[in-house]
């Protein structure tokens, strides 16, 4: 395990553990590392400052390596409700929707063109499928992604 000091474009400073240097490069790239302040992905790498020990003092007991600390988050009031209203306005669609997964531009296309009966539906599309939709004058917009969604 690694730890790395981070620090988002805010400049909030905080630390999390990863099994490789690849594996936080991947998190990173991917947005998957977050601020725990300010939910910002924009993180990079705070310089370290490595412990050397030294050799003309008593050899102290061996530490216990600190366990990674829980994953936290500091929420301002005005942005907690607006979380919850982006968290209910997906819960309403999921629940006056249907799933139709990965065939949602084709779905979308069928209702556009009158192929099969009017509906409201939600499901997966890539951001070039969902350009080419909009493109066509189809009417679509992306559900929210809140961070809690991640896990």
């Known amino acids: 395990m690694i730890r790395y000091s981070l620090v988002c474009e805010a400049a909030h400073g905080f630390e999390s553990w990863f099994p490789s240097s690849d594996s936080y490069d991947a998190q990173a790239a ?6 725990p302040i300010c939910d910002s992905a924009k993180v990079s790498k705070a310089l370290m400052v490595p412990s050397i020990a030294r050799t003309d003092r008593e050899r102290a007991p061996a530490r216990q390596p600190p366990q990674p600390a829980a994953p936290m988050t500091m929420v301002a009031e005005p942005e907690r409700q607006l979380r919850a209203m982006l968290r209910a306005l997906k819960d309403h669609v999921v629940a006056n929707s249907e ?12 209702i556009h063109y009158g192929e099969t009966e009017g509906r409201s539906i939600y499901g997966e599309a890539s951001p070039d499928e969902a350009r080419a939709l909009i493109e066509e004058g189809i009417d679509v917009a992306a559900l929210p992604f809140l961070p809690d969604d991640r896990n």
């Not at 799933?99 to 069928?110: C, I, L, N, S």
């Open 30 to 35: 991917r947005g998957l590392v977050t601020c």
């Open 99 to 110: 799933h139709v997964g990965a065939r949602f531009p084709e779905e979308a296309r069928k």
